[in-house]
C-alpha cells in the first residue's frame, strides 16, 4: 500500500539502551523528517533529509542519529536512550524541497523510556 | 529560530457553532504558511498551503485567510460538527526549504 509507515508503533525501553524507530514511505519523496511531541512544545524538528544519503540538523537533534541509505526509509536512532527521550515520535515525507510542500505524516510511535 | 505562535490555546464550543483562531508569524521573509488538523490518536493531516498575502482558501466548512504584512493567518469553521474537534496546527518554513516551524495548535472541542 501506498504511504507512510513506522515502526514499532509503541516501544518500552530502558535508560542507556539503543533504539530505532523505523520509518518507510512509497511516494518517493525526496525529503523525510522526524519529530517529537510533547506536551506544551507541539512538534518539534529532530532530524531531515533531502535525499540518500544527505542529513540535517533540526531543533532538538541531540541524542538522536540518522542515516538514509535509501530514499524509502530513513531510521532514526537513540544511541543511549534517557527518560528525557520518552515522546512520541512522528515521521514525515514531502516532495522536492519547496516551501509550498505539503507533509504526509506516519502513524507516530509512543516511546517510553524506564 | 522561527516564532509561529497560535491562540487561543484551546477553545470549547458548541454544536453549530462558528468558531475561528489565529496564527501569528514573522512577517519578514515569507514564503507559506501552512494549516494541518490533528485529531487525536491519528497523524497530522493537511488542510491548506497559503503563500500569497490575501489569499483565502476554503474546504467544506472550513476556511483561511492569509495576511502576510501583519503576519497572521486566520482559520474559520462555520457551523462547528463534534467531527471537527482536532488540534489545528499551523506551521511556516523558515527560509526557502521545506522544514516547517510548527505552533503548538489551538484544541477544539465541540460538544453535541
Not at chain 1, 515521521?91 to 516511546?111: E, H, I, K, M, N
Not at chain 2, 506551521?91 to 489551538?106: D, E, V
Request: net charge neutral; hydrophobic share 30%.
Amino acid at each position: 500500500d501506498a504511504g507512510i509507515t513506522q515502526s514499532p508503533r509503541y516501544k518500552i525501553t530502558e535508560t542507556g539502551r539503543q533504539v530505532t524507530l523505523m520509518c518507510h514511505q512509497t511516494w518517493s519523496h525526496s525529503y523525510m523528517f522526524w519529530y517529537r511531541q510533547d506536551l506544551g512544545h507541539g512538534l518539534r524538528l529532530i532530524y531531515y533529509s533531502a535525499a540518500a544519503d544527505i542529513t540535517d540538523k533540526g531543533e532538538v537533534p541531540d541524542g538522536y542519529v540518522v542515516s538514509r541509505s535509501k530514499t524509502e526509509n530513513f531510521p532514526l536512532t537513540l544511541e543511549s536512550a534517557t527518560r528525557s527521550q520518552t515522546s512520541v515520535y512522528f515521521c514525515a515525507s514531502g516532495g522536492s524541497g519547496s516551501w509550498g510542500d505539503t507533509q504526509y505524516f506516519g502513524p507516530g510511535t509512543r516511546l517510553t523510556v524506564l | 529560530i522561527l516564532n509561529v505562535e497560535q491562540s487561543p490555546q484551546s477553545l470549547h464550543v458548541q454544536e453549530g457553532d462558528s468558531t475561528n483562531f489565529t496564527c501569528s508569524f514573522p512577517s519578514s521573509n515569507f514564503y507559506a504558511l501552512h494549516w494541518y488538523r490533528w485529531e487525536t490518536a491519528k497523524s497530522p493531516e493537511a488542510l491548506f498551503v497559503m503563500t500569497l498575502n490575501g489569499d483565502e482558501k476554503k474546504k467544506g466548512r472550513i476556511s483561511a485567510t492569509l495576511n502576510t504584512k501583519e503576519g497572521y493567518s486566520y482559520l474559520y469553521i462555520k457551523g462547528s460538527q463534534p467531527e471537527d474537534s482536532a488540534t489545528y496546527l499551523c506551521a511556516s518554513p523558515a527560509s526557502g526549504y521545506s522544514t516547517l516551524t510548527f505552533g503548538k495548535g489551538t484544541m477544539l472541542l465541540v460538544s453535541p
